[in-house]
């Protein structure tokens, strides 16, 4: 499965953005999607998940509570809502997907990614 992401840019802190994800490839397999992020120097940490059934989500802990994650089952996308902003989110975002939900917050147990999308918080 191919992933795009797109929906980054600068916003100041306080603010909101959303990003997508599109999902192209085999329609038949079902997988769990992702976001992760990863700033300058730091390791790609988890975000949110969303299971393939729309049923259940997840988040890191420094983002529940301000980020929703979200599914067009039909359009074959994910979306993440970003609210509350802070400077300390600034990041590479990046959607993944995978068929497995074991270890759903370590990006290495994803096999699909998409190419990333910049977040720049300014205080």
């Known amino acids: 499965v191919q992933l795009q992401a797109s929906g980054g840019g600068v916003v100041q802190a306080g603010g909101s953005l959303r990003l997508s994800c599109s999902a192209s490839?085999?329609?038949?397999?079902?997988?769990?999607m992702a976001w992760f992020r990863q700033a300058p120097g730091k390791e790609r940490e988890f975000v949110a998940l969303?299971?393939?059934?729309?049923?259940?989500?997840f988040y890191g802990d420094s983002v529940r509570g301000r980020f929703k994650i979200t599914r067009d089952g039909a359009k074959n996308a994910v979306y993440l809502q970003m609210n509350s902003l802070k400077p300390e989110d600034t990041a590479v975002y990046y959607c993944?997907?995978?068929?497995?939900?074991?270890?759903?917050?370590?990006?290495?147990?994803?096999?699909?990614w998409g190419q990333g999308t910049l977040v720049t918080v300014s205080s």
């Open positions: 993944a997907a995978d068929r497995s939900f074991l270890g759903y917050n370590k990006p290495q147990r994803y096999a699909f």
């Open positions: 969303k299971t393939f059934s729309g049923s259940n989500e």
């Open positions: 490839g085999p329609s038949d397999t079902q997988y769990h």
